[in-house]
């Protein structure tokens, strides 16, 4: 059982900065490709970033490409989100994802394992 918990969630203005952590736990954290997710009030989940288990490749949303970074640390079977020059249009709950089955399958949403969310809310 593999279980994923996010925090570093909160209440920024436009402009700021959040870094966002998701621990993972119950399984090899290093065979994982992890990716993150944010939904909007009122709209569909999108896929915000993903990264490979190596650390090697990472992809971004063209909405956050440039403020967003996604990274890892395999030792803490921890993955980050650095997220810089926020904007209103940011604001949504964030869902860390994993899969065993490399990038693409998080990023088309079908990821095997996912997070309860944590809350980034940016005010203009």
């Known amino acids: 059982q593999v279980q994923l918990l996010e925090s570093g969630g909160g209440l920024v203005q436009a402009g700021g900065s959040l870094r966002l952590s998701c621990a993972v736990s119950?399984?090899?954290?290093?065979?994982?490709?992890m990716g993150w997710f944010r939904q909007a009030p009122g709209k569909e989940r999108e896929f915000v970033a993903v990264?490979?288990?190596?650390?090697?490749?990472?992809h971004y949303a063209d909405s956050v490409k440039g403020r967003f970074t996604i990274s890892r640390d395999n030792a803490k079977n921890t993955v980050y989100l650095q997220m810089n020059s926020l904007k209103p249009e940011d604001t949504a709950v964030y869902y860390c994802?994993?899969?065993?089955?490399?990038?693409?399958?998080?990023?088309?949403?079908?990821?095997?394992?996912w997070g309860q969310g944590t809350q980034v809310t940016v005010s203009s």
């Open positions: 994802a994993a899969d065993e089955r490399g990038t693409g399958t998080v990023v088309d949403g079908t990821a095997g394992y």
């Open positions: 119950g399984r090899t954290f290093s065979l994982y490709a």
């Open positions: 990264i490979s288990w190596s650390g090697g490749r990472t």
